[in-house]
Nanobody, 114 residues
Framework: QVQLVESGGGLVQPGGSLRLSCAAS????????MGWYRQAPGKPRELVTT???????NYADFVKGRFTISRDNAKNTVYLQMNSLKPEDTAVYYC????????WGQGTQVTVSS
């Protein structure tokens, strides 16, 4: 059974930072592309960033230069370092596994507010 468990969300002030983690089980993690989506209230889910099994990364324009995705294959974990957070980054952030987002975590809330 595939499980993706996100952690690290919370409340942060504008300009602050958070690091999300996603621990995966039930897959051969090192062979999977991983990524993060987000969904803000009243808006559709949107792709934030991906990282391939080889470590190649891709970012949505709205997070380029502020967010960094990384992976630790020894720990079966993918990370999302979020810096210079803005109120519009407020959303539930979901970890996904697979080239076509085959598997999803339950999500973790990120709120950026003063």
């Amino acid at each position: 059974q595939v499980q993706l468990v996100e952690s690290g969300g919370g409340l942060v002030q504008p300009g602050g930072s958070l690091r999300l983690s996603c621990a995966a089980s039930g897959i051969i993690f090192s062979t999977y592309s991983m990524g993060w989506y987000r969904q803000a209230p009243g808006k559709p889910r949107e792709l934030v960033t991906t990282i391939t099994s080889r470590g190649n990364t891709n970012y949505a324009d709205f997070v380029k230069g502020r967010f960094t995705i990384s992976r630790d294959n020894a720990k079966n974990t993918v990370y999302l370092q979020m810096n210079s957070l803005k109120p519009e980054d407020t959303a539930v952030y979901y970890c996904v596994a697979g080239q076509y987002a085959n598997y999803w975590g339950q999500g973790t809330q990120v709120t950026v507010s003063s």
